[in-house]
Each structure stands twice: as C-alpha cells, then as structure tokens.
C-alpha cells in the first residue's frame, strides 16, 4: 500500500506514537504523516529516531523525537508534553513493546519484569500520561498496538510477551468506560504476521511457509496496521471504543490442518 | 477513502443504514446498485445509482440482480448485506415466536445475504473484492428481549462472513462484519417515539452518552470495505459507543 492513497484524515491533529523508530510503529508513523497529522516519535535509539523525524518531515509532516524507554515514567510523561510544541496531544498511538524469545523453564524474573515493565506498564505510563491533556482539550484517541499472540493465539517462547498482550486488551476494556465520559475512546490492534525487519530476517523459505497458511497468502505491511490505527483515530470512529481489531489476512479463522 | 473504479451492492438501501451506507458510497466515487423492496428514497439520485426493487429472499431474482449490476461495469468489487428486519412486537423468545415469524426473520436477515454472497462470489474472484455483512451485537451476545430468531441469525452472518473470509481469502476476496448497537433508524425509532424515557436510558447507559447513527454505521463499512482495510478479513468490528463493555 502506499502513502499516495492514505486519507487526509488527521489534518492539524497531532499524534505521540511510542515505538516509532523502526518496525509497524514507523510503519504507522509514516501513515500518520501522509493523512495530515503533526507527530512526536519515541524510541530508545537516539539516531535511529532522528532518522525517522527526516523520514517524517520528508513526506512533509512536522515531526519530533523524544528518546524514552517505556520502563521510565518521567521519559513518557516528557514524550507526551512534547506535544505540547504542536499545540497538545489529540491521538496515543502505545505501540511500543519488545519479544524476546524465552521458555518459560529458562525465563528468569528479570526477564519477565523487563517485558511487563516495557509493554503493559509502559501502557499504563503512557495513556496515564496523556489523560490531563486530552480532557482539557474535550477528548481525545488512543490506540493500542496489541498482537494476536496471547489474545487469541500462544506461541511457544512467548508466554510472558503474550501475557502482557492480553493484559493490554484487558487494561483497554476497564480504561474504555473510565474514559468515556471525557469523550476520549480506546481501541486495539492485533496483528497477526507482519513484514518487518526482524521477521524479513527469517528468510525466504520461512516467510513463504507463513504465508501459506494465511488465508490472504502473504504477510501483512505496517502500513496495513497504519491505516487501521488511523481508522480508530479519526473521527470516523467516535463511536467505537473498548474493541480490538485483529489484523491478520485471516490466520486466526481457521482450526489447524488436519 | 476513495472508491473511484470500483462497483457495489448495498442490499437494504431504501433506507436507514444501508441507504446511508450507498450514498456515502457513491459520495466515495464508487458506483452503486441498491437494492430494497421498498421503493427508491428521494436521497438516492436516479442517475447516480441503480436503483433494483426486489425481495432478497428470491434467489432467482438476486441472481439475476448481481449479474445485472456487474455486467454494467464489467466487475464487481464490493457487497454490503445491509438487508435486515428487526420485528420487535413478533419476534419473541423461540417458545413465543410464531413459526413463520421464526422462518422469515432467518430468511431475510441470514440466507438472503448467503444469497447474494453465493452469486457475488464468482464474480470477485477474478481481482478480488470486499464484502460487508451489517450483523449485531446481538448476534455476539443475547440481545435484551428476548428476540430470538434476530440474534440467531445475525449470529449465523457473522459464521458465515468468517466462512467466506478463509475459503474465499486466497482469491483476494475479505468478508467482515460490522456489528452495531443501538443505532438510531426508521427500524428502531418508533420504539423510542412511542417510548421517550427509554431512548434517555439507552443514551444514559451508553458509555459515550449517545445513541449511534448511521454515519457511524456507514464510515466502519466503509472503512472495512477499502483498501485502507486490505490486511483485515474474518473480523466483527463492534460500533456501539463502549454498550457491549458494560455489565448492567
């Protein structure tokens, strides 16, 4: 998909994505740029960042990067006041997480803390911290990028990564009727197979056996999990909170081959 | 999003939803065959849409219908099943509900839409095509009633969009659902004209405070029937403002 065929549809609006650096989270980056809006980026990789603010400003968005790991609270709370140069944050894109494979025999305490502390309560940081801004401006979006790995699939390796997926849907549902009042909505993403650069390192006789067994018969793009997530962040969906979209070419349909 | 090139189906579009969705449609560029039993509303443009009065039910006359809409353009690219009844007096608990009721409701609300699935299908296949079957929450979860034969059939079109999604995924054709709450329509407003105080309880119980409308209706078809939607099939997009959240 390309960006030429992306609605204008966040003009003026401006949006934090966190995890934005590389992967679907530039993927949506870049898709967010094309439709309009104004955008602060986090990541832990200073340079890698300052690249994509260039990638950004290149399809002519205004663009900002905010070094934070997601563990930092203060870090967070700083990349959402950044939106502040933009004039404030209407959209949360919580798209930041890390899957380090480990089974559950070797995973050491540390290594759960290390991925609940990044994907779960890096999401509690990061919506806590836009919520001050976002009722004052009368409303606002967020989106959380979740997976389909421990919503509605497992995958060996990814017991404690899966756990925390779950928990953000289930962080989602209570934080759906909290906000509402505030006419601010939160939704989810589940990806399912994505081309991105960790999964392009596979290779191609692994991808093409993915591929297989999707009914669509290819990988997804992050452009595909971009458009969804703006989808949820614009004014198209008002009303639409608490519901997660599973974005996945169909892999999750059918029972295993027999 | 933009719909220029490509050629839909809306059933159900002589009004509410399904009329919302063919004229934001044809506002998208795409041209429309509408189809309803009940005649043409003045908001459809006799000559920006086609305009086909039948009953869904009727296989040979949807056969023929989509074989029309699609030799006119030379493809077929979008299906929206909006087609649906929601007879609130009649349509009781499976005890109550009279059997030609029972019959009825799943013919117009669940086989119609199979119908005009099962002769659209083919012609998709030769450069893919999205459809969009308008279900309910009702039809994920019992619908306050009871109205039995509804919820089982709007259950039965989410089965059978997710059917479509894995069989028909690798011809490049999706099948999703939208699955509305409480929308304000011609279906349903006489129900709230008749009975003011709950129409200010549904507001009130909603999480977003409001009753939804078409439009919201519309824009998730829309959505789920563009390219901006290319990766997802075999979803039931729920649009009801936070209702299915809440325990009462």
Redesign the interface.
């Known amino acids: 998909?390309s960006q030429a065929?992306?609605?204008a549809l966040l003009g003026g609006k401006t949006a934090v994505i966190t995890g934005a650096t590389r992967g679907i989270g530039l993927g949506i980056a870049e898709v967010f740029a094309a439709a309009g809006a104004n955008l602060v980026l986090t990541g832990r990789d200073t340079s890698a960042g300052q690249r994509a603010v260039a990638a950004m400003e290149a399809i002519g968005a205004k663009a900002w990067f905010c070094a934070a790991d997601m563990r930092d609270q203060a870090a967070v709370q700083a990349a959402v006041a950044a939106a502040e140069r933009f004039g404030g944050i209407d959209i949360l894109v919580q798209n930041a997480g890390m899957y380090p494979e480990l089974s559950i025999e070797q995973m050491t305490s540390d290594d759960w803390d290390l991925v609940h502390q990044t994907n779960l309560r890096g999401t509690f940081f990061a919506v806590q911290a836009c919520l001050p801004a976002m009722r004052a401006r009368g409303g606002g979006r967020i989106v959380l990028i979740s997976s389909i790995t421990g919503v509605r699939t497992g995958f060996p390796g990814l017991a404690h990564y899966g756990a925390t997926k779950a928990g953000m849907n289930g962080f989602m549902?209570s934080a759906?009727?909290e906000l509402?009042?505030y006419?601010i909505?939160i939704n989810a993403v589940e990806p399912?197979s994505i081309r991105t650069e960790g999964l392009a390192a596979l290779g191609g006789p692994a991808i093409a056996a993915m591929e297989e067994c999707?009914?669509?018969?290819r990988l997804?793009?992050p452009a595909?999990i971009g458009?969804?997530a703006?989808?949820l962040a614009s004014d198209?969906?008002?009303?639409?909170?608490?519901?997660s979209?599973?974005?996945?070419?169909?892999q999750?349909?059918?029972e295993i081959k027999q | 999003?933009?719909f220029h090139g490509h050629n839909a189906i809306v059933t159900g579009a002589g009004g509410g939803m399904g009329l919302r969705i063919a004229v934001d449609l044809l506002t998208a560029g795409a041209t429309v065959t509408a189809i309803d039993l009940k005649p043409r509303p003045a908001d459809l443009d006799e000559a920006a849409c086609t305009y086909e009065r039948l009953d869904v039910t009727d296989y040979d006359a949807v056969q023929a219908v989509v074989r029309r809409a699609h030799q006119r353009h030379g493809r077929l690219d979008c299906i929206v099943n909006a087609a649906g009844v929601g007879w609130f007096d009649r349509d009781r608990s499976l005890v109550d509900t009279e059997l030609g009721v029972w019959e009825r409701v799943l013919d117009i609300n669940l086989t119609a839409a199979m119908y005009v699935s099962r002769c659209s299908i083919p012609l998709m296949r030769e450069h893919g095509g999205a459809l969009v079957h308008v279900a309910s929450v009702a039809g994920l979860r019992n619908s306050d009633g009871p109205m039995d034969a509804y919820q089982v059939a709007k259950a039965g079109l989410i089965s059978m969009s997710?059917a479509i999604?894995?069989t028909y995924?690798?011809d490049?054709v999706?099948s999703n659902t939208v699955c509305p709450g409480a929308i304000l329509t011609p279906m349903i407003e006489p129900l709230y004209d008749a009975d003011p105080p709950r129409r200010h309880r549904m507001e009130q119980r909603t999480?977003?405070?409001?009753l939804?409308?078409p439009h919201?209706v519309s824009?998730?078809c829309l959505?789920l029937l563009s390219?901006?939607?290319?990766?997802?099939?075999?979803?039931d997009?729920?649009?009801?403002?936070?209702w299915?959240?809440?325990l009462s």
């Open positions: 998909m065929g992306v609605p549902r759906a009727l509402a009042p006419g909505t399912g999707i009914p669509l018969r997804g793009q595909e458009t969804t703006l989808f198209l969906a008002s009303y639409i909170t608490g519901q979209i599973v974005v996945d070419g169909g999750t349909l059918p | 999003m933009t997710r999604a894995l995924g690798p490049h999706r999480p977003l405070r409001r939804g409308t919201d824009a998730a959505f390219d901006q939607a290319s990766f997802i099939t075999g979803v997009l729920v649009v009801d403002g936070g299915m959240l809440a």
